[in-house]
T-cell receptor, first 115, second 111 residues
Framework: DAGVIQSPRHEVTEMGQEVTLRCKPI?????LFWYRQTMMRGLELLIY????????DSGMPEDRFSAKMPNASFSTLKIQPSEPRDSAVYFC?????????????FGNGTRLTVT | KQEVTQIPAALSVPEGENLVLNCSFT??????LQWFRQDPGKGLTSLLL???SQREQTSGRLNASLDKSSGRSTLYIAASQPGDSATYLC??????????WGAGTKLIIKP
C-alpha cells in the first residue's frame, strides 16, 4: 500500500500565478478530503468528495479555489490566481466508503509558498 | 457548536516515563474520536479510532480512552521513547461527516 500520494511536495510561485496540487488516494478508498494547515488556523477542511462527487465545498475559501476528482484515483486542487495568503501546507486524505467509521489516511502534503 | 481543546499545547518528559495527553470536547453527541500524530514536514498518521459506543482502544504502547458524558478523551503512552516525539492531534467526528480538530499537543521525549 503506497499510501496517499501528493505532488508536488513543495511549490513556490509568484502572486497571480495558477497553482495545481495533485493527489492520488489509496486504492479502494472512495472518500477524499482536501485540507489546509496553517499555524494560525490549524487544519481546515476545504472540500470532501465521496465516490468522486463533491459533497461539501463550503470550506473552499473563495472562487479562486477549485477542486476536481475525474476518477477514483486522482484529484486536483487548483488556485487561480494565487495570493500570498494562500501560503500553507495542503493535505489530501482518503478513507474507505462513507468515511465515518474509517480512519483518515493523509498524504505528506504540499507546502505552498506564494510570494 | 463543537469545540475541541487539547491541553497542554506542549509537553516535555524524560524518556521512559508514562504520559497522558488530554482532549476535551463540548458536545457529547459525537460519532467517533480519532487520535493522530504528525511529524515535522509530514502528514498526519492515524493512531487510534474510538467509536462513540466504546470506552477505549489499544495499540501497542498506546491506549486511548473515551468518556462521552464528560466530554473527555485521553491518550496514554507507556514507556515513552524519543521516537514518540511529535505533535498529537485529536479529532471528533460529528453525526454528519465533519471532523472537528484540536490544535494539538507538541510532545518532546528527552533521551
Amino acid at each position: 500500500d503506497a499510501g496517499v500520494i501528493q505532488s508536488p511536495r513543495h511549490e513556490v510561485t509568484e502572486m497571480g500565478q495558477e497553482v495545481t496540487l495533485r493527489c492520488k488516494p489509496i486504492s479502494g478508498h472512495n472518500s477524499l478530503f482536501w485540507y489546509r494547515q496553517t499555524m494560525m488556523r490549524g487544519l481546515e477542511l476545504l472540500i470532501y468528495f465521496n465516490n468522486n462527487v463533491p459533497i461539501d465545498d463550503s470550506g473552499m475559501p473563495e472562487d479562486r479555489f477549485s477542486a476536481k476528482m475525474p476518477n477514483a484515483s486522482f484529484s486536483t486542487l487548483k488556485i487561480q490566481p494565487s495570493e500570498p495568503r494562500d501560503s500553507a501546507v495542503y493535505f489530501c486524505a482518503s478513507s474507505r466508503a462513507g468515511g465515518h467509521n474509517s480512519p483518515l489516511h493523509f498524504g505528506n502534503g504540499t507546502r505552498l509558498t506564494v510570494t | 457548536k463543537q469545540e475541541v481543546t487539547q491541553i497542554p499545547a506542549a509537553l516535555s518528559v524524560p524518556e521512559g516515563e508514562n504520559l497522558v495527553l488530554n482532549c476535551s470536547f463540548t458536545d457529547s453527541a459525537i460519532y467517533n474520536l480519532q487520535w493522530f500524530r504528525q511529524d515535522p514536514g509530514k502528514g498526519l498518521t492515524s493512531l487510534l479510532l474510538i467509536q462513540s459506543s466504546q470506552r477505549e482502544q489499544t495499540s501497542g504502547r498506546l491506549n486511548a480512552s473515551l468518556d462521552k458524558s464528560s466530554g473527555r478523551s485521553t491518550l496514554y503512552i507507556a514507556a515513552s521513547q524519543p521516537g514518540d516525539s511529535a505533535t498529537y492531534l485529536c479529532a471528533v467526528r460529528q453525526s454528519n461527516y465533519q471532523l472537528i480538530w484540536g490544535a494539538g499537543t507538541k510532545l518532546i521525549i528527552k533521551p
